[in-house]
């Protein structure tokens, strides 16, 4: 099984500023990388896929890279709707889908 | 658009069982691989189990492996999810998520609201 780990656990962000969050596979899986956002109550949202296109439903200001074992999901300029958490997914490896324990994105 | 609206959670005894459904609307059911994720009180996501969009492949988590069943009625566009032997550790959130393609192995792109099931005495 491929382990997912995410780094840090929380992040404490001012509004305006920038958030980097980390998620690293145990083995590579190329760029079979997907990013989701979830707010409390609600269902995650497809935020990246393939390591680095977003989804249409979210601005530019959110962007994704990496391949093989690193990845970051950067904020470049947080907004008040972007406190979250923020899970990693590595869909390289059926039958055994992973997801990374998540990044909470919180306000300073 | 898309929904996903999955019902049948509920309370249920360790050792019991429960059938999860989600209903789909919006694209072209049998076209899509689907899945089903859960998710623990207070705790990250877990994928559970998925199927192609010809219901031909399926894939489950070790964890569920023996004990759950997942299927789809493309007459009802509906995804199902079948739970036997139900343990304290299966309680969670349910989702059914949509595949971003005709086979498992891709991202969810469309997730539904949940659907909660508990495994108490």
């Known amino acids: 099984e491929i382990v997912m780990t995410q780094s840090p656990d929380t992040l404490s962000v001012s509004p305006g500023e920038r958030a980097t969050l980390s998620c690293r596979a145990s083995?590579?899986?190329?760029?079979?990388l997907a990013w989701y956002q979830q707010k409390p109550g609600q269902a995650p949202r497809l935020l990246i896929y393939?390591?680095?296109t977003r989804a249409t439903d979210f601005p530019a200001r959110f962007s994704g890279s990496g391949s093989g074992t690193e990845f970051t999901l950067t904020i470049s300029s947080l907004q008040s709707e972007d406190f979250a958490v923020y899970y990693c997914?590595?869909?390289?490896?059926?039958?055994?889908?992973?997801f990374g324990p998540g990044t909470r994105v919180e306000i300073k | 658009e898309v929904q996903l609206l999955e019902s049948g959670g509920g309370l249920v005894q360790p050792g019991g069982s429960l059938r999860l459904s989600c209903e789909a609307y919006?694209?072209?059911?049998?076209?899509?691989?689907m899945g089903w994720v859960r998710q623990a009180p207070g705790k990250g996501l877990e994928w559970v189990s998925s199927?192609?969009?010809?219901?031909?492949?399926?894939h489950y988590a070790d964890s569920v492996k023996g004990r759950f069943i997942i299927s789809r009625d493309h007459s009802k566009n509906t995804l199902h999810l079948q739970m036997n032997g139900l343990r304290g550790d299966d309680t969670a959130l349910y989702y059914c998520?949509?595949?971003?393609?005709?086979?498992?192995?891709?991202?969810?792109?469309?997730w539904g609201q949940g659907t909660l099931v508990t495994v108490s005495s």
């Open positions: 199927v192609s969009g010809s219901g031909g492949r399926t």
């Open positions: 083995q590579s899986v190329s760029n079979n």
């Open positions: 919006g694209f072209t059911f049998n076209l899509y691989a």
């Open positions: 998520a949509r595949g971003s393609g005709y086979s498992p192995d891709s991202w969810f792109d469309y």
């Open positions: 393939g390591a680095s």
């Open positions: 997914h590595q869909y390289e490896n059926l039958p055994q889908f992973t």
